[in-house]
Structure formats: structure tokens, C-alpha cells
């Protein structure tokens, strides 16, 4: 074990995380995962055999326990649904404040680098289409998503206040729609909710008139731009960057690509849009595509087929 780099990865049970977790280990990382099990699920990890990787149940807003060396800090802890911002609104405030204090705290303690996972939220309600990472967004400070954009702002805000009082090397990953295998069949975010509901043969619930967009980009092409940015020479320090899917689709279009990926006789129903829902959503890739040698390679079409297979053996097991 001696000599290995050691990576912490706060949220290593979420879905993001433990695609992390997997990436860090094949390159032969140490790895330890802190995750309090709240959206995240053993299962997630359940396939990892490793000596190289230990699971920690930790709350990231609690003082974190003494882990060793540290290399580096992936920070990815948080609920990322809208379906959990108003019953866990203070949980998701606390984590990415406290418990981004503590990853931080963390990394200059070890002299570690922080990669922290910030959010496409932190556009809010987007006037700037694409959204370059120079825009400043447009949110609602006192709306129902506030807690989860405001804290990742903080977030943001804290990490650069760490490199620059403290000389951290922090990179941040604004992070735009991702979807794939091991997110929750009950997450309550668009891609799982149409899955389940279309390999169950209910109707998809497609919120508004389905005409607002996003851009959903495939889980290994974000977790290959969060690496390559992690092992960028040191010029990177203290950048932002924004790493998703560049394809934009309405919500309509997706139930339609949804509905012909699985044989189903579901179909549409509509259902009152949650206040404050952006109505688009694209990412400006100029930033990282000049920074790393890095662009997405699944479209949404081979990426759902992925996903559908992933839910159809999890949800086949339930029976
Ligand atoms: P997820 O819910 O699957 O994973 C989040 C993980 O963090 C879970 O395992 C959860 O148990 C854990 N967690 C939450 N609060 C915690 C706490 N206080 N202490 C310890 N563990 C805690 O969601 P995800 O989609 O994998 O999101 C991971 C990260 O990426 C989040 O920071 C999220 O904000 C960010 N992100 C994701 C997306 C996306 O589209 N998936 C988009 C933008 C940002
Ligand atoms: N959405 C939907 N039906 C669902 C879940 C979500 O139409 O069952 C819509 C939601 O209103 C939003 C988009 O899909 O416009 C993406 O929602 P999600 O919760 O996945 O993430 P967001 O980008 O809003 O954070």
C-alpha cells in the first residue's frame, strides 16, 4: 500500500462517486469513500474487490475522522435531485457548506488537491445560452432550489478562498445533467424517472408542457473530464470548468427517445412544472476543450440504451 497515492471521495457511494471510485482504483489509487448512505446505496460498491479501497459511513458535515496521507479530495457529497430540495433542504445546505469546510480543511491539512463538484445550478434561470463559466447565473436566492445553488455557490466561493489565502489547489467541476447506471430507480431525477416508469409500462410524468431543455451527458464521459482535469499539470489550480453534454434536447424529445429505446405501451402524461425549473440549459465547452484534451463521446441514444440495461437487471432483481 506503501507509496500509493490515496484519494478521498466524499459521496464514493452516489452515483457519481463510485464511477469515481472505480476510475481511481484501475489507476491504482488508494481510495477511501466517506458517504452517510442518505442518496447513496452499498450497492453502488458492492462489485468493488480491492484491498486498495475502504467505506467510511460519515456525515461530511461532522468533522471528518483522521484518514492518513491525503493526495487528493474529490468533494462530490450532496443530494443532487430536486425531488429532495425541499425535504432535505438544510441536510443539502449543511453538506455543501460544513461539509465542503471540512473537505478544504481537509486538503490543507495533507496539502492534497480538492476537485470539487459544483453544479450547471449555479446558472440558475440562464439569460446567457450556452453558459460559459464567466456568466454569474441568475438565481433565485430565496426559491425553492436556494439551498442546493446557494450552497454549491458557497462552495465555490470557499474553495477560492482556500487557494487563495491558503495556496490549496482547488479545481472545481461545474457539473451539467449526467445520467447512467447506478443512479437510484427512485432518485426522482428526469432520465431514472423515465426509465423505471417506461420498463414498468407506467406513463412518463413529463412536468410543464415538456418544451424546457437540458443537455444530459453519459456518466464516463463526465468522470474522464473530472480525471483529466484532476491530472493536469499545476496550471490548472484554481480553474473552473464546465464538463457535460453539448446535445440539447427538449424534456418531450427525451420521453420520445425514452419510449423508443424500450418496448413499452407507456405514454405521455403531463404534470404541473416545480416552480423555479430552468427553462434551458447548455454548456459552453470552449474552456475545457481548450484546457484538456477531453470531449463527450456517448450520444444520448447509445447512453440510454446503457442505462435501460442497468435498470432492467436492478429492477428484474426486485421481483
Ligand atoms: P447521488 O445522490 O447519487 O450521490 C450523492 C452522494 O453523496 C450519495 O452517496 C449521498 O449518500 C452522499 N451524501 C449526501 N450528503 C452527504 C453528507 N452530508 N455526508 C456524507 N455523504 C453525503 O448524486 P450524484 O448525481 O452522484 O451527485 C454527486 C455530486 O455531483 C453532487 O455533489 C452533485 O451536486 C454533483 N452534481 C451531479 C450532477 C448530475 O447530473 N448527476 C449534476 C450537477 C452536480
Ligand atoms: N422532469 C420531468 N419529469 C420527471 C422529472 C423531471 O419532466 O419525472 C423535468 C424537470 O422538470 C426538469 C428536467 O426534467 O425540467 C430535468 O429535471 P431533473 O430533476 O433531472 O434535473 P434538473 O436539471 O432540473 O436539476
Given amino acids: 500500500m506503501m507509496g500509493r497515492p490515496h484519494a478521498l471521495v466524499t459521496g464514493g457511494a452516489g452515483f457519481v462517486g463510485s464511477h469515481l471510485v472505480d476510475s481511481l482504483l484501475a489507476d491504482g489509487y488508494q481510495v477511501t469513500s466517506l458517504d452517510n448512505f442518505g442518496s447513496g446505496r452499498a450497492t453502488?460498491?458492492?462489485?468493488?474487490?480491492?484491498?486498495?479501497?475502504?467505506s467510511l459511513d460519515h456525515d461530511v458535515s461532522e468533522p471528518f475522522p483522521d484518514l492518513g496521507p491525503v493526495d487528493s479530495v474529490y468533494h462530490f457529497a450532496s443530494r443532487a435531485s430536486p425531488a429532495d430540495f425541499e425535504t432535505h433542504a438544510v441536510e443539502i445546505a449543511r453538506t455543501n457548506s460544513l461539509g465542503t469546510a471540512n473537505a478544504l480543511e481537509c486538503a490543507r491539512e495533507h496539502d492534497a488537491t480538492v476537485i470539487l463538484a459544483s453544479t450547471s445550478e449555479v446558472y440558475g434561470e440562464p439569460e446567457v445560452h450556452p453558459q460559459p463559466e464567466s456568466y454569474n447565473g441568475n438565481v433565485t436566492v430565496r426559491g425553492p432550489r436556494a439551498p442546493y445553488d446557494e450552497s454549491k455557490r458557497f462552495s465555490e466561493a470557499?474553495?477560492?478562498?482556500?487557494?487563495?489565502?491558503?495556496?490549496?489547489?482547488?479545481?472545481?467541476?461545474?457539473?451539467?445533467?449526467t445520467y447512467g447506471p447506478r443512479m437510484s430507480p427512485t432518485d426522482g431525477r428526469v432520465i431514472p424517472n423515465f426509465v423505471s416508469q417506461a420498463?414498468?409500462?407506467?406513463?412518463?410524468?413529463?412536468?410543464?408542457?415538456g418544451s424546457q431543455t437540458r443537455s444530459f451527458c453519459y456518466v464516463s464521459?463526465?468522470?474522464?473530464?473530472?480525471?483529466a482535469f484532476a491530472d493536469a499539470p499545476t496550471d490548472a489550480a484554481g480553474e473552473v470548468l464546465n464538463?457535460?453534454?453539448?446535445?440539447?434536447?427538449?424534456i418531450s424529445a427525451l420521453a420520445e427517445l425514452v419510449l423508443e429505446v424500450i418496448e413499452t405501451d407507456s405514454s405521455?402524461?403531463?404534470?404541473?412544472?416545480?416552480?423555479d425549473d430552468p427553462t434551458i440549459r447548455r454548456p459552453d465547452l470552449s474552456r475545457i476543450e481548450q484546457l484538456l484534451e477531453w470531449t463527450p463521446t456517448v450520444d444520448l441514444e447509445t447512453g440510454l440504451e446503457r442505462t435501460v440495461?442497468?435498470?432492467?437487471?436492478?429492477?428484474?432483481?426486485?421481483d
Avoid: C, K, M
Avoid at 44 to 54: A, G, K, Q, T
Fill in 44 to 54: 453502488n460498491l458492492e462489485h468493488v474487490d480491492s484491498e486498495r479501497f475502504r
Fill in 158 to 177: 470557499l474553495a477560492v478562498a482556500y487557494e487563495q489565502q491558503y495556496g490549496v489547489d482547488t479545481r472545481t467541476v461545474r457539473i451539467f445533467n
Fill in 243 to 250: 464538463v457535460g453534454s453539448p446535445d440539447e434536447v427538449t
Fill in 199 to 209: 420498463l414498468r409500462g407506467d406513463d412518463l410524468t413529463v412536468y410543464g408542457d
Fill in 309 to 318: 440495461e442497468a435498470f432492467r437487471d436492478e429492477l428484474d432483481g426486485d
Fill in 268 to 275: 405521455v402524461r403531463y404534470e404541473p412544472l416545480p416552480q
Fill in 221 to 227: 464521459d463526465l468522470v474522464a473530464g473530472i480525471r
